[in-house]
């Protein structure tokens, strides 16, 4: 008796055969290739023997893992971030919907961020931790690529200029030139001398063209251009203003300051210990007000904007 397929299983064939007919394609071939391949499953699929394999700490102090595993956590999150920003700058055809459902998930990703940083505030032992991370020296979190890649893909590379150098290079400059007038540059230089610290330069040499490229290919498909495109009424559609100052603040002032309570709760007790950030001027970088990179100037008040992140930083010192 000749079997009889599934009309389901038919309806696939076809379609399958649609595809790659017209490529010149045997299906017959894929078909057996399939029927030689084993089912998926989760472990290999996630590769999960290997992402547990990724924890190789210097040194045998306990909290080291908690520290390594928290950063790894972190750098995903900013994958999925800019998996989104991808989504934005490629779409030809963008809609204020698809935009407004891709600011709002680079959002969530970030309150997941902010809200689970309690990890490095709390999570570890104060004594543990500058034992350890003076092993670490000199990397720091500072030399995360994948933030700048969202800071660039979030906004005019200009607004990330160095504030005080913003008027003297001109509208005219290069993304070379903006990248050397960065504002992050100022958070890597020694407290004393004001000279690179190791931190910055090793970041630099691995990064700095990575980066201009990135600039480049971002500098007509970051957020805020691509918001710029869509229709006026869609630009003062009140839902993507508030996503887009959510996005500023979570990156911005949110972000950056729970790093900061981390450094006040780790390091502020002994100014000797400033090392342990691997050379940052933690001081004076993360603190927004200090900064004022802001990427949507104007969606923010005059006030809002002088008052930029005001008063968080004494809130933090005040509770420790």
């Known amino acids: 008796m000749e079997h009889q397929f599934n009309p389901d299983v038919l309806e696939q064939l076809k379609r399958l055969e649609e595809k790659y007919v017209p490529l010149g394609q045997n299906l017959a071939a894929y078909l057996e290739g399939l029927y030689h391949t084993d089912f998926l499953n989760y472990w290999d699929y996630i590769h999960l023997d290997t992402l547990l394999s990724l924890q190789n700490p210097r040194t045998n102090i306990p909290d080291e893992k908690i520290f390594i595993m928290y950063h790894q956590i972190t750098e995903l999150y900013f994958k999925l971030c800019l998996e989104e920003y991808k989504q934005i700058g490629d779409d030809p055809d963008i809609t204020a919907a698809w935009f407004l459902r891709r600011i709002t998930r680079i959002n969530r990703y970030f309150d997941n961020l902010v809200s689970s940083f309690d990890v490095m505030v709390d ?44 008027a003297a290079l001109g509208l005219q400059s290069t993304h070379e030139e903006m990248i050397g007038c960065i504002y992050w540059k100022e958070g890597a230089t020694e407290v004393a001398s004001g000279t690179k610290t190791l931190t910055l330069l090793q970041f630099e040499e691995k990064y700095t063209r990575q980066l201009i490229q990135f600039a480049q290919e971002y500098a007509d498909k970051n ?54 950030t691997g050379g940052t001027n933690w001081q004076k970088y993360l603190p927004p007000r200090f ?30």
């Open 291 to 320: 900064q004022k990179r802001i990427f949507y100037p104007e969606l923010w008040s005059e006030t809002e904007l002088n008052e930029w992140g005001k008063g968080w930083v004494d809130k933090v010192l005040q509770e420790d």
């Open 123 to 166: 999570g570890m032992e104060q004594q543990q931790f500058l034992q350890f991370r003076m092993a670490l020296m000199p990397a720091s979190g500072f030399q995360s690529a994948q933030y700048r890649m969202i800071e660039i893909a979030s906004t005019d590379l200009r607004n990330l200029v160095d504030k005080a150098k913003r």
């Open 223 to 276: 957020a805020w251009a691509v918001y710029k495109k869509l229709p006026i009424t869609d630009q003062q559609n009140p839902k993507i203003m508030q996503a887009l100052r959510a996005l500023d603040s979570n990156v911005n002032v949110n972000w950056p300051l729970m790093h900061y309570k981390s450094a006040v709760r780790y390091l502020q007790r002994d100014p000797e210990i400033i090392a342990a």
